[in-house]
Antibody
Framework: EVQLVESGGGLVKPGGSLRLSCAASGFTFTNAWMNWVRQAPGKGLEWVGR??????????DYAAPVKGRFTISRDDSKKTVFLQMNSLKTEDTAVYYCTTIITGRTWVDYWGQGTLVTVSS | EIVLTQSPGTLSLSPGERATLSCRAS???????LAWYRQKPGQAPRLLIYYASSRATGIADRFSGSGSGTDFTLTISRLEPEDFAVYYCQQFGSSPWTFGQGTKVEIK
């Protein structure tokens, strides 16, 4: 069974930092592209960024609002992807989801339960 | 950055009716790398359609996607109770990937 379990959310002051983790199981993690998607309260989905699988180079890419402040990394030995968030702003308040798509004859997506990040003084 | 504009913002329909949702891109979506998601209240989204017209694993055949270039459509042939939700399109052909703002399908 595929599982993605996020952790690390919480309350942080503007300008602060937080690191989210997403522990994966049930699929071949090493080559999976892993994404972070966020959803502010009552708002739509916003793609935050992704990291490629090892076979594709492991490069990370980011949405404009977080570029230079957020960093995605992965530890394939622990089947975990991380989202390091620095210089947090109030507008970063959201539920953060870890997600992946398993491709093959057809595609299927998996999402974590989400972790709430609240940036407030 | 490709901006995706979904219309209408809200669609009011009855169970059994046909729903047609639109997603328009500000520039051509490379390789028709366009996906559709459904998000039920309080749940994470779920992938319905990828490559504009391919159904994801386990998705009912009442869902179909069409379109290419800058204009894409999601059609739900007969609305079931669980289809009253919010739908998002996403492009993953050009960096950065982007989502549309969503279309809410509500019970009339």
């Amino acid at each position: 069974e595929v599982q993605l379990v996020e952790s690390g959310g919480g309350l942080v002051k503007p300008g602060g930092s937080l690191r989210l983790s997403c522990a994966a199981s049930g699929f071949t993690f090493t080559n999976a592209w892993m994404n972070w998607v966020r959803q502010a309260p009552g708002k739509g989905l916003e793609w935050v960024g992704r990291i490629e699988g090892k076979a594709d180079g492991g490069t990370a890419d980011y949405a404009a609002p977080v570029k230079g402040r957020f960093t995605i990394s992965r530890d394939d030995s622990k089947k975990t992807v991380f989202l390091q968030m620095n210089s947090l702003k109030t507008e970063d308040t959201a539920v953060y989801y870890c997600t992946t798509i398993i491709t093959g004859r057809t595609w299927v997506d998996y999402w974590g339960q989400g972790t709430l990040v609240t940036v407030s003084s | 950055e490709i901006v995706l504009t979904q219309s209408p913002g809200t669609l009011s329909l009855s169970p059994g009716e046909r729903a047609t949702l639109s997603c328009r891109a500000s520039q051509s979506v490379s390789g028709n790398y366009l996906a559709w998601y459904r998000q039920k209240p309080g749940q994470a989204p779920r992938l319905l359609i990828y490559y504009a017209s391919s159904r994801a694993t386990g998705i009912a055949d009442r869902f179909s996607g069409s379109g290419s270039g800058t204009d894409f459509t999601l059609t739900i042939s007969r609305l079931e109770p669980e289809d009253f939700a919010v739908y998002y399109c996403q492009q993953f052909g050009s960096s950065p990937w982007t989502f549309g703002q969503g279309t809410k399908v509500e019970i009339k």
